[in-house]
């Protein structure tokens, strides 16, 4: 599917949905940028058309179900056809409050974007994608989804949620060409920390981890390979790896030792 694909990628305008955008260019597709912050996504649009590719912006924030209707059907006036690549990114971190100090208006806010923005596009984009002969969906969740850390409930269970609408999806769609696919990393060097809403004292912390984390170019490569693959889960890091296969052996030790180690690098301190 990435070969030649025709595209839409959310939150396009930076990290990991730019990376995948350009990358989809350089493989000759054709792309629907779409981001809440239209310039970003314009950056995103001129890169790719400086190095010979096709691309448009559609704004769009996911959160809106509206929004992403529209999506679908500028995508498909763009393209002149249905497209046959949806790669479900936009997202944004949140943490440093326990349970109990979040307050709704965080859990709502996270939960919209991260868990309703990947709903919005799977439920509206399901049906036109079943229509095309091959088609894939790239959901981008994290190791958080299966690997819960203190002080992020809600990303934490933002993405779980993602993981498993993802599985019902790929059950849903074997046989029917569509393939499905969920990114699971774990850093990731990208402005994920300073873009969303995470307290003082964890923001440095993420920015830290994320400065150290793979470069964005890399986990679109392997997500685009392994959807066209036809594998379900992609998890780029090594220590991704490692821990969704220590939860399956010994889930209560993955959870005494995210509180553990969440302990000594101090990131439960700051609520
Ligand atoms: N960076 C990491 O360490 C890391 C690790 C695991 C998973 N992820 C996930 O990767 C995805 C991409 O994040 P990133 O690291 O590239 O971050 P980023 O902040 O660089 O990019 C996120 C993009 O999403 C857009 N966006 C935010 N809210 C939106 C909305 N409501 N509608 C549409 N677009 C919106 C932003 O404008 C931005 O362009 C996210 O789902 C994130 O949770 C990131």
């Known amino acids: 599917m990435s070969r030649s694909a025709r595209a839409v990628v ?12 350009r990358e989809l260019a350089r ?3 054709a792309v629907v940028c779409s981001d809440i912050s239209v310039d970003n996504a314009r950056e995103t649009v001129r890169l790719i058309e400086n190095a010979g590719g096709r691309a448009c912006v559609v704004p ?45 208006d965080d859990w709502n806010w996270v939960l919209g974007i991260n868990l309703f923005g990947v709903i919005h596009g799977c439920e509206i984009f399901a049906p036109i994608l079943r229509s095309t002969q091959r088609a894939g969906i790239i ?8 690997n819960a850390a203190p002080v992020m409930g809600p990303y934490c269970v ?12 790929a059950a849903e769609m074997v046989g029917s060409g569509v393939s499905v696919t969920v990114v699971c990393p774990t850093f990731v060097a990208t402005n994920v920390a300073h873009n969303g809403r995470i307290s003082p004292g964890p923001v440095e912390f993420a920015a830290r981890m994320a400065a150290r984390g793979m470069a964005p170019e890399v986990v679109a490569r392997k997500s685009l390979d392994a959807n066209d693959r036809g594998s379900l889960y992609v998890m780029p890091q090594l220590d991704a790896k490692l821990t969704w296969r220590v939860k399956r052996l ?6 005494r030792g995210m509180a553990f180690s969440s302990r000594l690098m101090g990131v439960t301190d700051y609520d």
């Open 60 to 104: 769009c924030d996911v959160a809106q179900r509206s929004d992403v209707e529209h999506l679908a059907s500028a995508a498909i006036e763009y393209f002149g056809e249905p497209p046959n690549l949806l790669i479900n990114n936009a997202g944004v971190g949140a943490g440093g409050r326990r349970v109990g100090t979040i307050g709704f």
């Open 27 to 29: 493989r000759k597709g």
């Open 139 to 146: 959901n981008v969740a994290s190791a958080a989804g299966f």
């Open 250 to 255: 010994a889930p209560a030790l993955v959870t």
């Open 10 to 21: 959310t939150g396009a305008g930076s990290g990991i949905g730019r990376a995948f955008a």
């Open 158 to 169: 933002s993405k779980a949620g993602v993981i498993s609408l993802s599985e019902t999806l």
